[in-house]
């Protein structure tokens, strides 16, 4: 009985735990991972959007997206201030810690293995709520992805997960934060494989599946199940819809590629001092809201209103060009908000102009909201180039299979002319271009990433020094470890098989053994940590020049503890073999 028990707190155990995370296969440990970061992530995004929304329910006279009843002086001074406060705010701290959003959640993956920090969380959280409460014309949904990896990650690393299982808790958190911004699990989920982990697999699928289903859950229970915007039934009703929609595909996808060309421009002539671009940032929006109050803030009661056709010409028209130059100044400046809120409002006002104009030559064709749907979707999946989580986005949103038809048609098309006619790269690409944050990912990376050095490391192995007497020699011999790991001045230097070993034992049966000096086929070793991916481990062999790794437990300075060794054959095995 005793034993049992001891085995079954073995099998519980964090130690455990970690272990079975380092291998892709831990199917079950990813999945309870995956709910966790859904809570954690729900939770956190729901304290986000209150802290935005309750001051501004105050302030706005109990409609927290109502800017345009504010009198002239304040639809100025609300995002000036706001600009004034974060100028001040973000000067205050080191330039590190004020990097916010997906593009640092995609830097600390390619760069940190996905190690995002709790001083940058903080930063996006307060920041964040500073810019969306003064009105600065942004979304929310980039400021809730970074929050949900960040908490993710942070999970990770306080319970000292391998990193190929916080690689998954961000993409995790990412999912879970779309999924509770907009009540959307699948788009959540489809945004997360295609923008941040950029890759399908088995591992990856299951937890942020499981992710976005409880983020979702979780914010049904303080919002219900009330979508993030008031759609009516949409569907195409005539083949007459069918050139119009090409039509509006076409002009998407170069509205979008000016929205991202415009970004780029004003980022390469952005002052360097944080302050002056944030005052910057707020002064052209309050000039922009004085002539058009909606371009403040996040702009979906604008978005409600262009679903049912209540916007005029003009004003659709305005909406969309200034909405299009006050959020690319925003972003261009670093004000620390979201690009998708954006791109939706842009997208939806380009629809219901385009709807406008075709419905006084084709009175049958659909409805505005159909024209509207799809500008959204077309304008988000050609400014992100993720055409596959706009498309969800797009179904969740209307609850209508009927819609995917003409959305992947609208969606494509727009995609195609914005890469393709104006060779456009996702905005969060083109970001990290212009702030030197290369951002690449190859083939076996991807793989050797999903793997910690624990699922393949030799744990058969003796640690000596590099001299043996003969009975020590014999005994090791007996006990017959893989490898041999030599201390040279107390630091591991080298490994050898213990066969080599043995082969000399035979020869020279009581005989001292010099390690250093009998034939073998010796290989020069570094540490590395347990946590470790196997691209993290195949770049240390790469950047050290040794043909070996042994693996430490903890990372204490001067002190190793080995629990296993890895090769350069070993990792090249493993992505043979996967």
């Not at 010099?514 to 034939?519: C, H, N, V």
Request: net charge neutral.
């Amino acid at each position: 009985m005793k034993k049992l028990l001891v085995r079954f707190k073995d099998r519980i155990s964090i130690r455990t735990f970690r272990r079975r995370l380092a291998s892709v296969e831990a199917i079950p440990q990813f999945a309870l991972l995956g709910v966790v970061s859904g809570v954690f992530t729900g939770l956190t995004v729901v304290a986000f959007r209150q802290f935005s929304e309750i001051p501004l329910t105050w302030l706005l006279a109990g409609q927290f997206e109502n800017f345009e009843q504010l009198p002239w002086p304040w639809l100025l001074g609300f995002p000036l201030i706001g600009g004034v406060i974060l100028a001040v705010v973000l000067s205050l701290i080191k330039s590190d810690t004020r990097r916010t959003g997906v593009v640092h959640v995609l830097e600390r993956l390619a760069r940190h293995q996905g190690h995002l920090p709790a001083q940058n969380l903080a930063t996006q959280f307060f920041a964040g709520t500073i810019a969306l409460t003064s009105g600065q014309s942004g979304g929310r949904e980039g400021p809730a992805i970074h929050l949900g990896a960040a908490v993710s990650s942070l999970l990770g690393q306080k319970l000292k997960l391998p990193n190929n299982s916080i690689r998954i808790l961000v993409g995790c958190g990412a999912a879970a934060a779309i999924s509770a911004s907009f009540n959307t699990p699948i788009a959540g989920v489809i945004f997360s494989m295609e923008v941040i982990i950029m890759e399908y697999t088995m591992a990856g699928f299951i937890p942020v599946i499981l992710a976005a289903v409880t983020s979702a859950l979780i914010m049904q229970i303080f919002y219900g199940s009330i979508p993030a915007f008031d759609v009516p039934q949409v569907s195409m009703e005539s083949f007459y819809d069918i050139p119009l929609v090409i039509l509006e595909g076409v002009l998407i996808g170069i509205i979008a590629a000016a929205f991202v060309h415009l970004i780029k421009y004003l980022m390469q002539r952005a002052p360097n001092q944080i302050w002056l671009r944030m005052i910057i940032a707020g002064a052209v929006t309050g000039s922009i809201a004085l002539a058009v109050p909606e371009v403040l803030g996040v702009g979906y009661d604008t978005v409600n209103t262009a679903l049912i056709g209540e916007l005029s010409f003009s004003l659709l028209l305005l909406v969309c060009l200034f909405k299009l130059l006050a959020s690319a100044t925003t972003i261009a400046m670093g004000v620390p908000v979201g690009v998708i809120g954006p791109t939706l409002v842009i997208g939806a006002t380009a629809g219901g102009l385009i709807w406008l104009i075709a419905s006084l030559i084709l009175p049958e064709i659909s409805s505005p909201a159909f024209y509207v749907m799809l500008g959204m979707g077309a304008m988000m999946g050609a400014v992100l180039q993720a055409p596959l989580a706009a498309l969800m986005a797009v179904m969740e949103l209307t609850h209508n299979p009927n819609i995917i038809l003409p959305a992947m048609l609208v969606i494509i098309i727009a995609n195609i002319t914005a890469s393709e006619v104006f060779g456009l790269k996702s905005v969060f690409i083109t970001q990290m271009e212009l702030l030197g944050l290369e951002f690449r990912q190859n083939p076996m990376s991807m793989a050797l990433n999903r793997a910690s050095v624990a699922s393949i490391m030799v744990r058969s192995f003796e640690r000596v020094q590099t001299r043996l007497e003969a009975d020590e020699a014999k005994i090791l011999t007996k006990e017959k470890p893989h490898w041999l790991l030599v201390d040279v001045d107390a630091k591991p230097s080298f490994i050898l098989r213990n066969e080599d070993l043995i082969i000399h034992i035979e020869k020279n049966p009581d005989q001292p053994v010099d390690l250093t000096a009998i034939p073998a086929t010796r290989k020069d070793v570094t540490g590395i940590l347990l946590q470790a991916t196997l691209t993290e481990a195949l770049d240390a062999l790469d950047n050290s020049g040794v043909q070996a790794l042994y693996v430490n437990r903890i990372s204490a300075p001067l002190i190793d503890s080995p629990v296993g060794i890895v090769s350069r054959e070993d990792i090249e095995s493993y992505y043979q073999g996967r």
